[in-house]
């Protein structure tokens, strides 16, 4: 247990809104009430004028471009009595140039800030990643906040020596804590394995999945154009590929279309399944307790979280991932898979090709996937990040 119970503002996007941060935030939250009962949450929702029902742990809004709503919300925190501040940091997410009101709010605190990093900007020139004065702007921006604030938890190894090495952050004010995952004991997986058909899936089918809000910069399309070649290298095999998840609130649905289009065009509209909800834990899990290879084609390389990798893990899949930051340390370090390309169905084609012939290979990365999975169960990391609140309050 923490030393003293923590009383902490956490800002971020927040739930309902349909946001991987806001889900992240909110299983954070029930992750540390489950190592301390005796913490107090506050919340400081950023909103994207979704008009959305907040639940009554959010005591203020701040809508993203209205520059009043972060000096309010600065002098709202500082009057607390809480003893800390745990920001989640997407861009995207806080209102100006690159996000930069957030360094605002910041210069306006005067409580201890613990920042979380989603996304760390690396120097990269490949046309499919963020450009070389793109990525200078987002690092000057960053290297400011991160003179505001006291600590900073980041997902990987990898993304903690880039912060060390080319921002220029001391190695004390960089803790890695990994992104959480959901607890199943040994009797909810059993019930949820092995059941293919209460799924739609026939007995013997090997399913390769990919879920979460659905984009264009989820690279899906890739892993459709790579399926005839799948299923031709593998005639004896019935391969399905599951779509599952909404499309993203702030995307089109053009991108959906054209995927439906693109599984028709390339004669496997009978091998692409789509669930296109907004899917609860227990359908996710149920996806995924079923699934032969969990695939992430992403295009971001400078992706240091994941939710729904995270999830793949607890629930033992093989892992298929483009070498975006979070999935490549994971696949070097831990074994849990395979890396592809980017935009690369060749590579697609090559590797889950071959893992759909080797079942034997595939078992020993589920197994390495669910031993790791093991340990980042959401109440070890709501620890975790108490052991960081401790740290502060010494």
């Not at 030393?3 to 902490?8: C, E, G, L, R």
């Not at 009595?81 to 745990?86: E, H, K, N, W």
């Not at 605190?109 to 702007?137: D, G, Y």
């Amino acid at each position: 247990m923490t030393m003293k119970p923590h009383k902490i503002w956490f800002i971020s996007s927040y739930v309902p809104r349909m946001c991987g941060i806001a889900t992240f935030t909110d299983n954070l939250m029930d992750a540390i009430k489950a190592a301390d009962q005796r913490s107090e949450f506050l919340v400081c929702a950023m909103d994207d004028d979704g008009g959305y029902d907040y639940p009554d742990a959010v005591k203020c809004v701040i809508r993203q471009e209205e520059s009043g709503d972060y000096s309010k919300a600065a002098e709202l925190i500082n009057a607390s009595d809480a003893d800390v501040v745990c920001i989640q940091h997407e861009f995207g997410i806080f209102g100006g140039f690159n996000g930069r009101k957030l360094l605002d709010l910041l210069q306006s605190l005067n409580k201890p800030v613990v920042l979380t990093l989603h996304t760390v900007p690396i120097h990269q020139t490949e046309p499919f990643v963020i450009v070389p004065k793109r990525f200078r702007s987002r690092k000057k921006l960053l290297q400011q906040i991160f003179r505001q604030v006291r600590i900073i938890t980041v997902m990987t190894e990898t993304a903690r020596e880039y912060l060390i090495h080319h921002y220029q952050v001391s190695p004390d004010q960089v803790v890695v804590i990994p992104h959480g995952a959901p607890v199943l004991t040994e009797v909810g997986k059993s019930g949820y394995r092995r059941a293919k058909e209460a799924i739609g899936f026939e007995k013997n089918d090997f399913v390769i999945s990919s879920f979460g809000l659905i984009s264009p910069k989820k690279g899906l399309e890739y892993v459709i154009r790579a399926l005839p070649a799948i299923i031709k290298q593998n005639p004896e095999v019935s391969v399905k590929y599951l779509i599952a998840g909404r499309m993203h609130p702030k995307k089109s649905d053009e991108y959906l279309t054209g995927l439906k289009q693109l599984a028709k065009d390339r004669g496997v509209a009978d091998r692409v399944v789509f669930d296109n909800r907004y899917l609860t834990f227990e359908e996710i899990y149920r996806y995924l307790a079923n699934t032969d290879i969990y695939i992430t084609p992403y295009y971001a390389k400078e992706q240091v979280s994941s939710g729904t990798l995270s999830y793949a893990l607890a629930a033992g899949c093989c892992v298929v991932s483009t070498p975006y930051i979070f999935a490549s340390e994971l696949v070097k370090r831990f074994g849990i898979g395979e890396l592809i390309e980017f935009r690369d169905e060749q590579s697609i084609k090559r590797v889950v090709g071959r893992l759909v012939a080797q079942p034997e290979l595939v078992k020993q990365y589920r197994q390495n996937a669910e031993k790791f999975g093991s340990n980042i169960h959401w109440p070890q990391i709501g620890q975790r990040f108490l052991d960081v609140f401790d740290q502060l309050a010494r």
